[in-house]
């Protein structure tokens, strides 16, 4: 119980690294020859090579990553397996903030984060995460 507790913990944590801009902190929760596969056909891999994937996104741009239905399946006493839901949403720190905050941008996408999760002598550490989108909605201006 305490073992799937730290890795869903972990996903968490990542989604609060990535919101905050700490790419430093986000790529050390992967192992150090950790896999990220975003959308798309780029896999990166390696904290540094993730530190720099996230380093040349827009610094303006603001996200907010809300995680759901985390569940972990330990496959052994040092390895689990963690699928997640992910509501994304995603704004300019340019716009100003009114009473409500920021406006969000137009497209907001739902997707899932497949986790495969070792435990080093760090902790529980994420080796390979493949990001995916599975619906979105474009509102008009």
Known sequence: MLAEQACRD?????AAFTDAQSHEDFAALFTEDGVLIRPGPEHIQGQAAIIESYRSRPAGRMTRHLISNILVKLE???????????????GLASDAAGPFGRPA???????????ILSLTPQGWRIRRREARF????????
């Open 10 to 14: 972990l996903v968490v944590q990542a």
């Open 105 to 115: 941008q137009a497209r907001q996408v739902v997707g899932e984060f497949d986790d």
């Open 76 to 90: 052994s006493d040092t390895a689990a397996h963690s699928t997640s839901c992910v509501l994304l949403w995603s």
């Open 134 to 141: 599975l619906l979105f909605s474009e509102k008009s201006a």
